[in-house]
């Protein structure tokens, strides 16, 4: 057909995490991550020799201080290219006397924010980890390549800077290297306190933590899935929260359960070839992330990783035994799956910080009538600047997805007629001008992302 009328070339899309300008912006952006870029980055960083945290600081081509100090140099390379526009900085914290830590050592972040113009408190970040490990994870000598744990998810972040620092955004993101991941999450408890102290509003953490293994030791061999870890109550609720909840529901709807939906909803509209597998808990059965320090100080934060770990590549020093050959090597890394995963960050990032603030305080009423209502605060001034209005979502209790919606427009309370509170769970999102969308935010404390 040569021409189309009008009317059909705007007709109203169905509903997305991002409409109009803001979804065209995505589409270019998940298409601009480069898997050649990502793979030179995890080349350099294997070629340190060993990340481990208590690894030597001193030389310049091995261990976890020259690793910190080139991704430093990248950093402000990248920036360099935007007009600086990335504020680079280490945040760093001296452990000591602890099973994995036993004698003072440096914990060392490396950060790079890219400020918001409207909105610049409110942070979404996306983290990775400097350190690697082998059998021991007190070895801090031993070559301990990491390709894939975690070399993979900081080439993630190096390339998602490259990619977003070429647009601005509403929000700050956060581009972070966190470091002492394997001897306890200490990097992330240091870079939560940081945020804590700092003022900084974190509305998600997309801690990625292996993003680049293809090959499970269940025999399966998969580039088309990821999975998304979230929790699904705050840790942070209180025993009175969780009363109120026991009555009203939400125990499948903190934020960060809210932020996995957001991101399964982003891999279906914009990521050829990838569907999100949300696993409804905080991380692998009793093994631990990056994200659980911001989940602990009350942040909203999931695991990105690969859907089928191979545990003869985790941690293991490098050897053949019985003809199996143990390590964390390059030959174990899928570069172009690892630029699939940062495609899904990339757009997730910029989504949100395309994104009005979130709403807040959010509250629902409608026991005993025939409709429900939902209220929310209405930002005022600079922060609101690209406010559009308000979208209302609910979904049937076991359903996985939000299901249905409505747009509201610019108020700060709406009642959906004849839907009667008992049957479903509800939800709001803040629309930008531009169509970007926010997660969608449950009620009360149980969902709140905060002011
Ligand atoms: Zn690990």
């Not at 070895?139 to 744990?149: E, I, L």
């Not at 394997?182 to 240091?190: H, K, N, S, W």
């Amino acid at each position: 057909m040569r021409w189309l009328p009008f009317f059909l070339l705007f007709a109203a899309p169905a509903a997305s995490a991002a409409e109009g300008d803001a979804g065209a912006l995505l589409h270019r952006l998940q298409s601009e991550v480069s898997a050649d870029r990502i793979e030179a980055d995890i080349v350099r960083l294997v070629g340190f020799g060993t990340r481990h945290t208590l690894s030597e600081t001193e030389s310049e081509t091995r261990g976890i201080g020259a690793a910190r100090r080139w991704i430093k140099a990248e950093f402000e390379a990248i920036s360099a290219d935007c007009g600086g526009c990335l504020e680079v900085f280490y945040v760093s914290d001296f452990v000591e006397g602890e099973t994995r830590i036993p004698n003072r050592t440096e914990v060392v972040n490396v950060i790079a924010l890219q400020r918001g113009r409207l909105d610049p408190d409110r942070v979404v970040m996306m983290s990775g980890d400097i350190d690697s490990r082998v059998s021991d994870p007190l070895n801090g000598v031993s070559d301990s390549p990491g390709a894939n744990d975690n070399a993979s998810g900081v080439a993630g972040v190096l390339e998602a800077a490259r990619v977003l620092s070429r647009e601005k955004f509403a929000g700050t993101i956060v581009y972070a290297a966190l470091s002492g991941e394997e001897q306890g999450l200490y990097g992330g408890a240091i870079l939560a306190k940081y945020a804590q102290e700092n003022g900084w509003r974190i509305k998600a953490v997309l801690n990625n933590d292996m993003i680049g293994n293809i090959e499970g030791v269940d025999g399966v061999i998969d580039n088309a899935t990821a999975r998304v870890f979230s929790d699904g109550v705050r840790a942070t609720e209180t025993p009175e929260e969780a009363r109120i909840r026991r009555f009203t529901g939400g125990e499948v709807d903190s934020p960060s359960r809210n932020l996995a939906r957001y991101i399964d909803q982003l891999a279906d509209d914009y990521i050829p070839n990838l569907d999100v597998m949300m696993v409804y808990r905080l991380d692998r059965f009793a093994r631990g992330g990056h994200h659980r320090p911001f989940n602990d100080a009350g942040m909203p934060g999931v695991r990105i990783m690969e859907t089928h770990e191979h545990y003869d590549r985790q941690h293991q020093d490098l050897r053949t035994e019985d003809g199996i050959a143990y390590g964390d090597v390059l030959s174990g890394v899928n570069f172009d799956y690892a630029r699939k995963l940062t495609s899904l960050n990339v757009v997730a990032l910029a989504a949100m910080a395309s994104a009005p603030p979130f709403p807040a305080n959010v509250e629902i009423s409608g026991a005993v009538q025939p409709s429900t209502t939902l209220k929310w605060v209405r930002p005022v001034g600079r922060a609101a600047g690209n406010l559009a209005g308000y979208r209302v979502h609910w979904r049937l209790t076991d359903a996985p997805q939000w299901t249905h919606s409505v747009d509201v427009g610019d108020v700060a309370e709406y009642t959906l007629e004849n839907i009667v509170i008992d049957n479903y769970y509800f939800g709001v999102s803040s629309l930008a001008k531009d169509g970007a969308e926010s997660p969608v935010v449950f009620p009360g404390p149980a969902g709140s992302f905060g002011e």
